[in-house]
């Protein structure tokens, strides 16, 4: 059996990373690969949904210092829900995206329709756990404008766009407050 860091390399290599059918053969993140060879990638496991959020804010406030690209954090304590995780990494947003550091949650309990790409084919994860990202804003923001200048989400489903890159824009007004 996969440890959780073995199944998030593993997402990366065998599903994020490779063509994808529906996307018209284009990977799901044409990024993963360059962070995962490069060593841009941090991933740590809290075990516990208590120590989470601390440990969330602690990676947030140490990231633009780490020289990683991503940050992703793991927990297999699904104690917190899909909801309660959307409405912490929103609230973290409001804190750390005008010091360029986005979060995005990602919870097993998904979606309530599936996402047509989303559909990991034949890849599998070996643990049931919850994820925070940790990136930074302007460059995310900036990769995903070069994206989108070459169709690279059209084929995208809208519910997810627009849970992914729009709930994303709304926040690069908080980069105007400060």
């Known amino acids: 059996m996969r ?8 997402w990366s290599k065998d599903f994020l990373e490779l063509p994808n059918e529906t996307l018209g053969g284009k990977p799901v993140c044409p990024y993963a690969k360059m962070a995962r060879t490069h060593g841009l990638l941090k991933i740590v496991v809290e075990s516990s949904a208590d120590d989470l959020l601390q440990r969330v804010v602690y990676e947030c406030n140490h990231f633009k210092d780490s020289g990683k690209e991503i940050c992703i954090i793991a927990c297999p304590d699904l104690s917190v829900t899909g909801d309660e ?5 929103h609230t973290l947003n409001h804190v750390f995206v005008p010091k360029d ?3 995005m949650a990602f919870h097993p309990e998904g979606y309530d329709e599936p996402v047509e790409f989303l559909e990991n084919g034949d890849w599998e994860s070996h643990n049931e756990f ?7 804003f302007e460059k995310l923001e900036q ?8 169709g690279f989400y059209e084929s995208w489903d809208k519910d997810y766009y627009e849970s992914t890159v729009t709930k994303r824009k709304t926040y690069r007004r908080l980069l105007c407050e400060e």
Not at 3 to 10: G, V
Not at 85 to 89: K, V
Not at 130 to 136: K, S
């Open 3 to 10: 440890t959780i860091e073995e199944d998030i390399l593993s």
């Open 85 to 89: 995780l959307d409405n912490y990494t």
């Open 101 to 103: 550091v986005y979060l």
């Open 130 to 136: 919850l994820m925070v990202l940790i990136q930074p």
């Open 143 to 150: 990769a995903s404008a070069n994206l989108e200048k070459i």
